[in-house]
């Protein structure tokens, strides 16, 4: 019931968005002043005598009268791209402030775009592998590799437990985690910070032993020193 | 034998030594001959000493006025003041390859005086890689790019500086980008090392995000301070104009950017390795493709002041990177598996994932309309410019979604995040972006594009806010005040809330950028004394010029009054300055000031005598914002980046009561640790259960250090713990000794 409630609240509020959007930039569309429009052209534009600055920006002469003609031309009623293109048959593609729409500069725009929708496509499928292959483990999996660890990286190992374990607790104080997930992750790493535990144990236990013999042959002597004297 | 000659000498000496280096470090490291390996780390040192004596001399050349330097004539004149006859140090081609080699033996004698904090196996190799670099510069230095090369005679004043590079802005906005771009070479010699000995464990990836956090943080700085300084010199009402160049230094930003999102998903997941070193190996090529545009003048730029011919030698030396750790990384490869452990998508891992394809994304395509030029130019032979109109199309509506991103990113947790928690979170960012979506149309903003963006950035900002204010709200629960809780959640949790001041700084930025793009307004005008100027509720009353000449300048200045709300705000001043050396090149003096959060942009572009004035003028709206937000990023890295206090707790067992005993016994300690069964192991061995009724008791975030079964400075208590420290005095030293 409470779900339906908010999910009719989702709906009202992009109602009320939607209809504002549509009524004030869709069917009452700017009136665009005669300076806004010139602007507008002349940003297309690339200033022929200066270095990386647009008709627009630049305070050349030549710009000055290209602006001068944008401005008349539009008063007349061309429109936009009437104008720009005006200019493109007098001075050919180089005075276009960016790769047009089409032959070979196509490029320009496509291979930026299917390389990110490629991008977008493998990062999919990795994903979906991975998915795969988490389900397929079981969940306690990262512990078992265990078996091989030396002392230091075991310490690694436990530290990012436990930096693990911290954060599942923070997300969780803040509401990030719900109650079950941060059952689960938590028992998760306990478990495995218990077999980290227990295999930094099992180094131990041998280093007490020698430890212990080490201690017990140094007790040796200082009795026999002892006797000595 | 004259002075300067010092410095040519330096430079030979020091590139002896960094061979030396190269050679010392490898052997050291294959033989395992740790005498040779500690050679080869003084020998480094060596070389930043012998570095910084070639800098000094080329600085006290300036500084004497030394015109039988060619490079000293070229760049300076008896009439600059000393502060910016000193920057000329880097305002030229050879100066600026001795500053990056300058830079790069300070970093590198940073890492040699840390290197103990590195993984020990690493270092030789780290060292090698920073020397051949180095090698690479110095070659450089002492044949093609001398900055010590004398004339056959002295000339009696020098050139001087490029009017454009005699700004304040100039004296550190260029040396910050430099030494950006040399800093990435740290990252990439922890990357190459790794890969020559197959170690890339967690320590090696804490000191590698921990580099690339300065780089990233050099190269933010470098970036604001370039835009600040395009915006208050080159007059033409913008910061970022989509150069060349420009785009240049911000693609290594944009990659180590991603790299310090994804690297911390290698930290707790242990995937992505290989992506990872993708992502420095990339980092450091770009940032030498930067120089290499920079250089040879291929593509042109407003901002290269240093043309020459080693434009080619960076190329090469390009090639060789590239060639280098491409071979290196598909030699590796088979030893990079990934341990794969993937709970859900929507997770912060999944959330990094996507701010890795955008950040590439980004990167890509700006790369791609650099190099397009060329392309275009091989191929089908048109001339061809990718201007800015092309940028913004291609990156508006990533950086829209990457906006987005950062928005819902911090609200997912590690590993998996429940739907209804994540809805519950958004429900506030969303309802602001909402009303801002319905508002701002309403107030008069017409254009669809900053209505969407508007609204995304008032949703991130929301989000993020929220999500701090949760977390303060938590620890507030628990008995501490909000600014100490505030101060706690950011000390405790440097890297996540340290993240989130960067996000907030950034949707700063554009929120600036989103106010400068879509409402500048800009008018020209010709004037007369009297006439006005009105510009989106401003007056701008024309006085008439005025024209002061020293003897090596000569500016010119209009004088304008400003109204504002019908009153008369200030005067202001633009002008125009001429050097004697550089008479067809007026320095722009602009004026901008700054109502709230709009800048009146003032430009002075023709005068005619002393009563006639082109002015040109621009309104941006939100641009401050841009440099705040700079800043606020800068301090979210800094605070990322700052080393965490070890934390030497001492547990008070009822066996032992004193600290103090605590190093006495470390020796003890060291060899005996604690046996199962004492109590803080039997805390760890508790079951889920028991914990989670712990945590109920005592929750603060900041006490999970010392809950029962915490393992982090484990050893530490289990020596205080220790049997053999209760034993009395004599056993313990015996065993010390």
């Given amino acids: 019931m409470k779900r339906r409630r908010s999910l009719l609240l989702c709906i009202a509020i992009l109602a009320i968005v939607g209809s504002i959007w549509s009524y004030v930039l869709i069917t009452a569309p700017p009136q665009e002043t005669l300076d806004q429009r010139e602007h507008d052209v002349a940003s297309q534009l690339k200033c022929l005598v200066c270095q990386g600055e647009s008709v627009a920006d630049s305070p050349a002469l030549l710009s000055q009268q290209m602006r001068a003609i944008i401005r008349q031309q539009l008063q007349s009623g061309k429109s936009e791209q009437e104008v720009i293109q005006y200019f493109v048959s007098r001075y050919g593609n180089r005075i276009l402030w960016s790769p047009p729409w089409q032959g070979f500069t196509l490029l320009a725009w496509l291979i930026p775009i299917g390389l990110l929708l490629g991008g977008a496509l493998l990062l999919f499928f990795v994903l979906r592998g991975w998915l795969t292959q988490a389900n397929a483990a079981s969940p306690g999996d990262g512990a078992l590799t265990l078996e091989g660890m030396d002392e230091s990286e075991l310490a690694q190992y436990r530290q990012q437990i436990e930096k693990e374990l911290q954060e599942v607790e923070l997300d969780f104080q803040l509401g990030n985690l719900a109650e079950g997930d941060y059952r689960s992750l938590h028992e998760r790493y306990t478990r495995r910070a218990v077999l980290a535990t227990k295999s930094h144990h099992k180094h131990e236990q041998e280093l007490d032993k020698k430890i212990e013999e080490r201690l017990r042959t140094m007790r040796e002597e200082k009795k026999n020193v002892h006797a000595k004297e | 034998m004259h002075f300067s000659d010092l410095g040519n000498i330096s430079l030979i000496v020091a590139l002896g030594f960094a061979i030396y280096t190269v050679v010392l470090a490898v052997l050291g490291a294959t033989r395992n001959i740790p005498q040779l390996v500690a050679s080869a780390r003084r020998s480094l040192l060596a070389v930043t000493f012998f570095l910084l004596l070639a800098s000094a001399t080329l600085i006290v050349s300036f500084l004497t006025h030394d015109f039988g330097v060619s490079y000293v004539a070229q760049h300076s004149s008896l009439a600059m003041p000393w502060y910016y006859t000193t920057s000329a140090f880097y305002g030229g081609q050879e100066g600026s390859l001795l500053y990056w080699a300058l830079m790069l033996s300070i970093f590198s004698a940073v890492f040699v005086f840390t290197a103990k904090r590195a993984p020990a196996a690493l270092v030789p190799y780290i060292m090698a890689t920073l020397a051949g670099i180095e090698i690479f510069l110095l070659a450089m230095l002492t044949t093609v790019s001398s900055p010590f090369v004398r004339l056959p005679a002295p000339v ?91 785009n240049a230094a911000l693609l290594p930003w944009l990659t180590a950017t991603a790299f310090l999102h994804s690297t911390m998903v290698q930290e707790r997941r242990g995937m992505l390795k290989v992506w990872n070193l993708g992502l420095v190996i990339a980092s450091f090529a770009l940032s030498i493709f930067g120089t290499f545009e920079v250089r040879s003048g291929i593509i042109s730029s407003v901002h290269s002041f240093a043309y020459s011919a080693i434009g080619g030698y960076f190329l090469a030396f390009l090639g060789i990177i590239i060639v280098f750790s491409t071979g290196l990384f598909i030699y590796r490869l088979p030893r990079l598996r990934p341990e794969q452990e993937f709970d859900s998508v929507i997770s912060r891992e999944g959330s990094f994932l996507l701010n890795n394809l955008l950040l590439v994304g980004i990167a890509f395509a700006i790369l791609w309309g650099t190099l397009f030029p060329l392309i275009s130019d091989a191929f089908s032979h048109q001339t061809m410019t ?352």
């Fill in chain 2, 386 to 737: 990718v201007g800015p109109p092309f940028y913004d199309q291609v990156s508006r509506p990533l950086f829209i979604v990457l906006i987005l991103a950062m928005g819902i990113g911090p609200l997912l947790a590690w590993r998996r995040t429940s739907t209804r928690a994540l809805r519950r979170n958004l429900a506030i960012p969303a309802l602001a972006a909402a009303v801002c979506a319905a508002v701002l149309p309403v107030g008069g903003i017409r254009d669809i594009w900053a209505n969407i963006a508007f609204a995304v950035c008032s949703f991130t900002i929301c989000a993020i806010l929220y999500e701090i204010w949760r977390g303060v709200r938590v620890r507030h629960l628990h008995g501490e005040p909000y600014p100490l809780a505030l101060y706690m959640l950011f000390e405790r949790y440097r890297q996540r809330y340290g993240g989130y001041l960067v996000h907030l700084g950034l949707v700063m930025l554009a929120l600036g950028v989103i106010g400068s793009h879509f409402f500048q307004v800009q008018q020209d005008a010709v004037l007369k004394p009297g006439q006005e100027i009105n510009i989106a509720g401003y007056k701008l009353v024309y006085f008439g010029n005025i024209d002061r000449k020293y003897p090596d300048t000569e500016i010119i200045t209009s004088q304008l009054q400003v109204w504002h709300d019908g009153k008369l705000q200030q005067y202001i001043y633009p002008g125009r300055q001429f050097y004697a050396n550089f008479g067809n090149q007026p320095a722009s003096i602009i004026s901008i000031t700054t109502y709230g959060l709009t800048d009146l942009y003032v430009f002075l572009a023709e005068w005619t005598g002393p009563a006639e004035a082109t002015i040109r003028v621009f309104v941006n709206p939100l641009v401050p914002l841009v440099w705040l937000g700079g800043l606020v990023m800068v301090l979210g890295g800094i605070i990322c980046w700052w080393p965490e206090r070890r934390r030497r707790r001492v547990v008070f067992s009822e066996a032992v009561g004193e600290p103090e005993a605590e190093p006495a016994m470390a020796g003890a300690a060291r060899n005996g640790k604690g046996p199962p069964g004492s109590s803080i192991t039997q805390g760890v061995l508790h079951d889920g259960k028991d914990e989670h009724e712990g945590r109920r008791k005592r929750p603060i975030p900041s006490q999970l250090h010392s809950r029962p079964y915490a393992l982090k400075d484990e050893e530490e208590e289990m020596e205080v713990a220790s049997p053999y420290a209760l034993k009395g005095d004599d056993e313990e030293t015996e065993v010390a000794r």
């Fill in chain 2, 156 to 246: 009696p004043d020098g050139v001087g500086l490029n009017p454009l590079l005699m700004d304040p802005g100039m004296l550190i906005h260029p040396p910050m980008l430099l030494m950006g771009y040399m800093s990435f070479s740290l990252p990439f010699a922890f990357a190459v090392a790794a890969m020559i000995t197959g170690k890339l464990d967690s320590e090696w990836l804490r000191a590698i995000r921990r580099w690339t956090l300065v780089s990233w943080a050099i190269q933010t700085t470098g970036l604001i301070l370039g835009a600040w300084w395009a915006y208050h010199v080159l007059g033409w009402g913008g910061y970022w104009g989509w150069d060349p160049v420009e």
